[in-house]
C-alpha cells in the first residue's frame, strides 16, 4: 500500500492550488484522510481530515479557504485551496489512520510531501 500526493507548486497570494492523493493496492476501504503541513522547526500540524462517510474537520487558520473531499471509488483525496497566503508555505502531507486492503489492514500510512510555496 502506498499514498501518492501530487499537485504543489508556486503560486502568488490569494491564488490557488488543488493537491490529489491516491493510495494504491488491492484496498477495500479507508477510514479517515487526512492533510497535514510542516514547516522547518516546527510540528507537522492537522490541515483538514475526512472521514469515508463524508464528515470533514479544518484548522482554524484554513476555514473558509480550503475544502477536503475524497472519492473512495478511486481512493483519493483531495485539498482545494483557495486564498493562499505566504504563511500557508509548507510541505504538505496526506494521511491514512487505516487502510483495509487484501493483506489485512495498515494503520498511519504518510505520502511523500508535496511542496506549496505561496510568494507575497
Known amino acids: 500500500v502506498q499514498l501518492q500526493a501530487s499537485g504543489g507548486g508556486l503560486v502568488q497570494a490569494g491564488g490557488s492550488l488543488r493537491l490529489s492523493c491516491a493510495a494504491s493496492?488491492?484496498?477495500?476501504?479507508?477510514?479517515?484522510m487526512a492533510w497535514y503541513r510542516q514547516t522547518p522547526g516546527k510540528q507537522r500540524e492537522l490541515v483538514a481530515k475526512?472521514?469515508?462517510?463524508?464528515?470533514?474537520n479544518y484548522a482554524d487558520s484554513v476555514k473558509g479557504r480550503f475544502t477536503i473531499s475524497r472519492d473512495n471509488a478511486r481512493n483519493t483525496v483531495y485539498l482545494q485551496m483557495n486564498s493562499l497566503k505566504p504563511e500557508d508555505t509548507a510541505v504538505y502531507y496526506c494521511?491514512?489512520?487505516?487502510?483495509?486492503?487484501?493483506?489485512?489492514?495498515?494503520?498511519?500510512?504518510w505520502g511523500q510531501g508535496t511542496q506549496v510555496t505561496v510568494s507575497s
Open positions: 494521511n491514512a489512520d487505516r487502510i483495509f486492503w487484501s493483506r489485512g489492514s495498515v494503520y498511519d500510512q
Open positions: 475526512i472521514t469515508a462517510g463524508g464528515s470533514t
Open positions: 493496492g488491492n484496498i477495500f476501504s479507508i477510514n479517515v
